[in-house]
């Protein structure tokens, strides 16, 4: 696809142009390099990948060597926000859906309602980060009770001081997820107890390069967001050490204690799920694609900035999706092998 200014060029980060791309144009964009791998059997055609601008950047990653393996097939990632695209998905508009969260009744209902069938695996971790500007030099950790009390709804908190008296009297200035994005349930789930139970004088972004962006230019900047992001913008932000509801102790989520389970209830598991009717129309081309995803999975998440699922994930993946196949009667028509 030459001359395309949606597709990703070697000397470009994947996450940083999928989430600035997809702010920048609201269309669609292409997975990768595409045609180097040539023409191979069936798999040729293009896939549409919707959802969660976390987990673009895993599924653009996997779309970007799946296209150089198989030259004649696209993956078009549209990271619109998990709200947004399960709305797609549910009318069965896309192939694949990505998802910082699990589809929740309504909108497994509306899928019910349009006979979509689909299924779901777990391709990656997300360590949601809570992030201040590098010039803040009066906080390096937070308390759940502390996070609850800055963002739930009719908040009192707008200055740094009403956190905490030993902070300066300056403006607290708010950017976080909004109401469309998985990150957005997650974290209102978690820490306020309730979907959406949060305040509203706050800067709400639809991408979450754009959260980042906003902390880094305020001295009082505040927010969250998916981990992934904050290292394009690192050199100008501080992650806070978070209390753990397992043990009360404070940590940073880096590897270690996301993968060890103490960075919680912040760290979450990351989704795709895949539409039958599209595998069953092209069941070469969509499957190799899921097949080639779970083979790679455990350097998908890692390349991008988010972390791996344990090792045993990927065969439950693959079992699931063995069993999927099997139903269908369409398990001999797939190009791309198991690992």
């Not at 673009?56 to 060597?65: L, Q, S, V």
């Not at 009066?138 to 009390?149: K, V, Y």
């Amino acid at each position: 696809m030459p001359n395309d200014p949606s597709r990703i060029t070697g000397s470009t980060s994947r996450r940083t142009f999928i989430a600035t791309a997809g702010a920048a144009s609201g269309f669609s964009l292409a997975g990768c390099l595409g045609g180097g791998g040539g023409g191979d059997g069936g798999v040729s055609g293009t896939i549409e990948a919707s959802g969660s601008n976390t987990v673009a950047p895993i599924t653009g990653a996997a779309a970007e060597d799946f296209e150089a393996e198989y030259g004649d097939a696209q993956v078009n990632v549209d990271p619109q926000g998990t709200g947004a695209g399960f709305s797609e998905f549910a009318q069965g508009n896309s192939d694949i859906q990505s998802a910082s969260r699990e589809i929740d009744d309504e909108e497994a209902a509306e899928a019910e309602e349009n006979d979509v069938e689909y299924s779901l695996y777990t391709i990656g971790q997300d360590g949601l980060c809570v992030v201040k500007n590098a010039e803040n030099d009066w906080m390096d950790e937070i308390s759940l009770d502390e996070l609850r009390e800055v963002w739930e709804f009719e908040s009192e908190i707008e200055t740094w001081s009403d956190l905490n008296p030993d902070y300066p009297d300056e403006e607290m200035i708010l950017y976080a997820r909004d109401d469309a994005s998985g990150t957005f349930d997650y974290f209102t789930l978690e820490i306020n107890g309730e979907v959406g139970n949060i305040r509203d004088d706050y800067s709400a972004h639809s991408q979450t390069d754009n959260v980042m962006q906003g902390v880094a230019a305020d001295l009082g900047g505040f927010g969250w967001g998916g981990l992934g992001y904050y290292l394009d913008f690192e050199d100008d932000l501080e992650l806070l050490a978070v209390e753990s509801d397992e043990d009360g102790e404070y940590y940073l989520p880096d590897e270690e204690n996301i993968e060890s389970g103490v960075y919680s209830p912040l760290t979450r598991p990351l989704f795709i799920y895949v539409n039958h009717a599209s595998l069953e129309e092209n069941p070469d081309l969509l499957g190799s694609f899921v097949r080639f995803y779970f083979n790679g999975q455990l350097d998908f998440a890692p390349e991008v900035g988010f972390f791996a699922t344990p090792d045993e994930q990927v065969d439950e993946n693959h079992d699931e999706f063995d069993g999927v196949l099997s139903d269908m009667g369409i398990e001999d028509e797939i190009t791309e092998e198991r690992a």
